[in-house]
């Protein structure tokens, strides 16, 4: 089992950028894919991106593709998801959950666990 932090959040401007960092404690982070979700008042939590073990094989959300980028460095057991041109409707408090099943490509909240705390990210206009 992995534990994640999230952590890096904060109020930005319509057009800045944060970049949000999950930490991870375990013996199994580098063989862990680990994805980013996000949620919204009212809504549903949703896929932003994930990345392989090997941090070679990327997915991305089509309403952050271009925007945002997901990586890891697993000699410091943290993934990170940097947010460049964010807007209004990027608010949300962002997990990263790892994933848990043997299922190839998911997108799909219920395929991962471990979910995090949250990290609360606010993009005003």
């Known amino acids: 089992q992995v534990q994640l932090v999230e952590s890096g959040g904060g109020l930005v401007q319509a057009g800045g950028s944060l970049r949000l960092s999950c930490a991870a404690s375990g013996r199994t982070f580098s063989s862990t894919v680990i994805g980013w979700f996000r949620q919204a008042p009212g809504n549903g939590r949703e896929f932003v991106a994930s990345?392989?073990?090997?941090?070679?094989?990327?997915d991305y959300a089509d309403s952050v593709k271009g925007r945002f980028t997901i990586s890891r460095d697993n000699a410091k057991n943290t993934v990170y998801l940097q947010m460049n041109s964010l807007k209004p409707e990027d608010t949300a408090v962002y997990y990263c959950?790892?994933?848990?099943?043997?299922?190839?490509?998911?997108?799909?909240?219920?395929?991962?666990?471990?979910w995090g705390q949250g990290t609360q990210v606010t993009v005003s206009s």
């Open positions: 959950a790892a994933k848990i099943t043997a299922t190839g490509f998911t997108t799909t909240a219920r395929d991962f666990g471990s």
């Open positions: 990345i392989s073990q090997s941090g070679v094989l990327k």
